[in-house]
């Protein structure tokens, strides 16, 4: 077996021995809603004529750089994020317990195929019986090598972090802390 696909078996193995931790800490946290996007304590889509910069993320395997954020609140930011791992990668904007919830989800979405370790199933992901999306403003799933961007205004008083909920990867450390100050 190739280091590649020895990676990738193991990546799988880990996700779904960590399926049970994630299933456990959604009925721990309870329900978000059916949205991990929706939500005033968490901010709101900006538009690009209110951005006062731009951060670069990239996504490695099982990490990100930069590994936590410093904002201000109120602040409009444009993120670049790159996928420069091996395996499928998020960037989420959320609460911990949005987290938790969006896990059980992104489960779903590898158990039934729309989501594989290094490639989503587009054609899968907006049609038939699954009905599986991942298109809300404050998160991007992209495939090794993409670049996408979100533009977010962060709100005031929030406690947030940007996280991977790709199954198995939040529990293995990919995820961030923001700390929004004045």
Partial sequence: MSFH????????????????VSTAAVLAAGSHG?????????????TASQVSRTIAVTMRDNFYEPEKLELKEGETVRFVITNKGEFVHEFNI???????????????????????VDRINHGMMNHGSHGMKHDDPNSVLLEPGQTAEIIWTFPAHATLEFACNVPGHYQSGMMGGIHLGH
């Fill in 5 to 20: 696909n020895a990676r990738r078996v193991r990546a799988l193995v880990l996700a779904l021995a960590l399926s049970t």
């Fill in 34 to 46: 059916g949205s991990h996007g929706k939500g005033p304590d968490i901010g709101k889509p900006g």
């Fill in 94 to 116: 959320g609460t911990a317990a949005m987290h938790a919830a969006h896990q059980e989800e992104m489960m779903a979405m590898m158990e039934s195929g729309v989501l594989e």
